[in-house]
């Protein structure tokens, strides 16, 4: 028993007069110990009341706060015992700061994450649009956010990113999305055969939704031609790319069938002798 005692006494110095025993780090596992018991038992007890979708928004927020929990119960912990805390700091405050600057961005980037788990601007299978790249979103992780592009490549999105730049989510007002392409015709067509023939290239697509029906706008007199957008709806914009390449194949093949010219920019040069 003796033994048993003076190893428990055994003491270690951490440095600028911080002392810690044996006795302590045990006292100290045994409270981290029963602190991971008491998060595991309020988890369980707090997921049994949500649904899936915020059963995971939960978990992601919980693996981050536990980190935070422990820290505390080990500090509470190190005062009771009379350990000096602030000196724990002082000794390690060149080491934290250091530290801190290395992990900004990552802090960054778990704030970003927990504010989107909370505010619901990003669900999984939403399609979003961040700096030019388009993907449909696979997975919301705390710190980086995955999504597929239609190529099937992974975008792996840091989430600080949706503080720091716009982003457009293609379907947080339904799966239903408004897409447009452009053409011009020559001066001195015939623009109701235009009209119609725009018409008959979207309607004749099997994607294109019926209702609304597609819109035809007259833009603008150019330098070389009457511009037109042919805008049609599609109930799956993630795959846009590929209807829209479809219908301008169709409106080339109309124009050519019913002599309406797509012209190119010309130039006159006058030279005087």
């Known amino acids: 028993m003796k033994q048993i005692n003076e190893f428990l006494k055994l003491d270690f110095e951490l440095g600028n007069g911080v002392h810690i025993t044996v006795k302590q780090i045990l006292l100290v596992i045994i409270v981290l110990v029963i602190a991971t018991f008491t998060l595991k038992l309020i988890k369980k007890i707090v997921v049994k009341k949500l649904n899936d979708e915020d059963k995971l928004k939960f978990n992601s927020i919980f ?13 509470v912990t190190f005062d009771n015992m009379g350990i000096n805390v602030t000196a724990i700091f002082a000794a390690s405050a060149a080491l934290l700061v250091g530290v801190g600057l290395a992990l900004q961005t990552f802090f960054q980037d778990i704030i970003s994450g927990v504010f989107i788990l909370i505010d619901k601007s990003v669900h999984v299978g939403d399609i979003v649009e961040l700096e030019g790249k388009v993907g449909r979103v696979t997975e919301i992780r705390l710190r980086t956010t995955r999504a597929v592009t239609i190529d099937n490549k992974v ?15 293609w379907t947080e007002n ?29 309607n004749n697509h099997p994607k294109v939704i019926k209702s609304p029906e597609p819109l035809i706008l007259f833009t603008e007199f150019g330098d070389s031609a009457l511009s ?16 829209k390449s479809e219908i301008r194949f169709e409106i080339d093949k109309l124009f050519r069938e019913n002599n309406i010219k797509i012209p190119f920019p010309q130039r006159e040069v006058y030279i005087n002798k």
């Open 63 to 75: 693996s981050f706060s536990k980190y935070f929990i422990y820290v505390i119960v080990i500090l």
């Open 228 to 243: 037109f957008k042919l805008i049609f709806t599609l109930n799956n914009s993630f795959e846009a790319p590929i209807p």
């Open 155 to 169: 975008l792996i999105i840091p989430n600080h990113k949706y503080l720091t730049s716009t982003l457009y989510n």
């Open 174 to 202: 339904g799966v239903l999305t408004r897409e447009y392409v452009t053409v011009g015709v020559a001066y001195g067509s015939d623009l109701e055969l235009v009209k119609k023939l725009l018409f008959q290239a979207a």
